[in-house]
């Protein structure tokens, strides 16, 4: 059987047909399930992805985006599980709004095969950061108009004011200086080059936003011990 099921897990193809062989089928508490394996029809892939198929019901009755249709005893099958799993995006919900809008899409763009395009989007990730952190510390200024700074300037004042580490500093400035040479040169962007930027976005989300957001919380925790313990 040969049909459109679901992003490769392997490559991040989106949606891309191939074929799907049956291994075995088994019923638990009767309800028949198959074991199969599919393979992606991406060229550069080709690699197979193990399944668990339950059956939900006769063709026509449901349909959705992880479902198989077209077997030969006519019944519907719905994905409980893959191996290996899907790729997800590595996004905290500790990050302010608009950070962690940006760092989904940036995330999406690499599971999606895109990296030129993903470590654009992480970039812009680190772009929308810095404007959030210099907000927040309005003193790192220096009394500069913050409308008018540049990403570059911006990694500047925030490791001069101890916002950043030496080290995260040196490494915004990979980000900054390698996405710039994605916008302004033709040449080919490899799925472990944007892996790379988005290893080191992520650090640095970590440090602005992950790490004192975890700090609070264990603040926060401790305190209400203190006070549940001074109640007692």
């Known amino acids: 059987m040969e049909q459109e099921i679901f992003d490769c897990p392997h490559c991040g193809t989106k949606k891309i047909c191939g074929p799907t062989s049956i291994l075995g089928c088994f019923k638990v508490d009767n309800v028949e399930y198959l074991s199969a394996a599919w393979m992606c029809r991406n060229p550069r892939c080709q690699l197979s992805t193990a399944l668990l198929l339950k059956q939900i019901g006769r063709k026509g009755i449901h349909v959705g985006e992880r479902t198989f249709s077209g077997f030969n005893d006519g019944y519907l099958y719905e994905v409980q599980d893959m191996w290996p799993k ?57 009394g500069s108009d913050p409308t008018r700074l540049t990403l570059n300037s911006r990694i500047e004042k925030l490791a001069k004011h101890h916002l950043l580490t030496a080290s995260l500093k040196s490494w915004a400035h990979t980000v900054r200086g390698i996405t710039n040479e994605d916008v302004h040169g033709p040449g080919v962007v490899t799925k472990a080059e944007a892996e790379e930027i988005a290893e080191v976005t992520r650090m640095i989300l970590k440090y602005l936003f992950e790490l004192p957001a975890s700090v609070e919380k264990m603040r926060e925790a401790a305190q209400g011990r203190k006070e549940a313990a001074e109640g007692a």
């Not at 690499?110 to 929308?128: H, N, W």
């Not at 959030?132 to 510390?137: L, P, R």
């Open 86 to 142: 899907p790729p997800q995006p590595q996004v905290s919900d500790d990050l302010p709004k608009d950070v962690r809008q940006c760092m989904l899409e940036a995330e999406d763009a690499l599971i999606s095969a895109a990296p030129r395009l993903a470590r654009g989007a992480f970039r812009t990730v680190l772009d929308v950061a810095t404007k959030e952190i210099v907000h927040k510390n309005p003193h790192c200024l220096d």
